[in-house]
């Protein structure tokens, strides 16, 4: 299971790293950025689901659930 942003969707409301911030951090403008390669950990797939409902673009997806 991953996690991604479309960048071209993202607004930088920043809920998805207040969120989740082990999936999540802000790059340099408050754009919302996955970490790494955005694999969620064992423990980590509730914060993942929250970030795809609380993002008010609609740009995080989860992928290979
Ligand atoms: S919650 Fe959505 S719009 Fe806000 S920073 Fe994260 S991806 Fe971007």
Do not use: K
């Not at 790293?17 to 754009?31: H, T, V």
């Not at 409902?53 to 995080?60: F, H």
């Amino acid at each position: 299971m991953h996690v991604a942003i479309d960048a071209s969707r993202c607004q930088g409301h920043g809920r998805c790293f207040s969120i989740a911030s082990a999936l999540f951090e802000s790059d340099e403008l408050g754009n919302g950025v996955v970490i790494a390669d955005g694999t969620v950990g064992p423990g980590q797939e509730h914060h993942a689901h929250m970030a795809v409902a609380n993002c008010p673009e609609g740009a995080v997806s989860i992928e290979g659930a």
